[in-house]
């Protein structure tokens, strides 16, 4: 597709439940980041991929919180034993590198909703 | 760490009137990116700055680096109802660092 492609737009589970949220980046983006934004507030990092290195997982906000990115491409966020805290909208974004100029393209979101 | 500092939080305003929103870091910064997110939308990159001192403008949006590389701002003149939404702030400390976004201003503008 032509953008960054995130699925479901919207889950909503009972709390205890794991989740898997889907991202599909930009084709030939090799960075790609997951941001959390809770109900009216600012983009909280989660964790970046960049290439082939050792994801850079310093914003996850506890261990129920994993993800992974195959081929370089797809990346799934688990959210293992929900808490109602964890209701927000999901980000997903891509970019084609880093440095200076770089521009991150994201999707529409997930939002997730605990009950 | 790195501190960073968007201000003000929140502002709403009169259509036609001027603004400006602040970035405000501890640390130098190596570029910096204006974002706007509209409801139910993810953010949109708006401008790069990567020069201190530097000065770009978007139509009526006009955005400033500052001398010292650890703040920038972004004014806009009369605004309109479609500059209603979240403005963030993103810097990047060096070339190869993850995208970190401040807190944001949330701009409300009143027909």
């Known amino acids: 597709g032509a953008g960054v492609s995130q699925s479901p737009s919207n889950k909503v589970t009972e709390k205890g439940k794991d989740v898997e949220l889907r991202c599909d980046p930009i084709?030939?983006?090799?960075?790609l980041y997951w941001y959390r934004q809770s109900l009216g507030q600012g983009l909280e990092f989660l964790i970046y991929?960049?290439?082939?290195?050792?994801?850079?997982k310093s914003g996850l906000p506890s261990d129920r919180f994993s993800a992974e990115r195959t081929g370089g491409s797809v990346s799934t966020l688990t959210i293992q034993r929900t808490q109602q805290e964890d209701s927000a909208v999901y980000l997903c974004?891509?970019?084609?590198?880093?440095?200076?100029?770089?521009?991150?393209?994201f999707g529409q979101g997930t939002r997730l909703t605990v009950v | 760490t790195q501190l960073l500092e968007q201000s003000p939080q929140f502002l709403s305003i009169q259509e036609g009137e001027n603004l400006t929103v602040y970035c405000n870091s501890s640390?130098?910064?190596?570029?910096l990116q204006w974002y706007r997110q509209e409801p139910g939308e993810g953010p949109v990159l708006l401008v790069t700055?990567?020069?201190?001192?530097e000065v770009k403008k978007l139509k009526r949006l006009t955005f400033q680096f500052g001398d010292a590389r650890k703040d920038s701002s972004l004014h806009i003149t009369a605004a309109q109802p479609g500059d209603t939404g979240l403005y963030l702030c993103?810097?990047?400390?060096?070339?190869?660092?993850?995208?970190?976004f401040g807190s944001g201003t949330r701009l409300s503008i009143r027909p």
């Open positions: 974004a891509s970019s084609y590198d880093t440095g200076p100029a770089t521009e991150a393209f």
């Open positions: 084709s030939g983006h090799t960075a």
């Open positions: 991929f960049q290439g082939n290195s050792a994801p850079d």
């Open positions: 640390s130098v910064f190596s570029s």
């Open positions: 700055v990567v020069t201190g001192g």
């Open positions: 993103a810097p990047l400390y060096s070339s190869a660092s993850k995208i970190i």
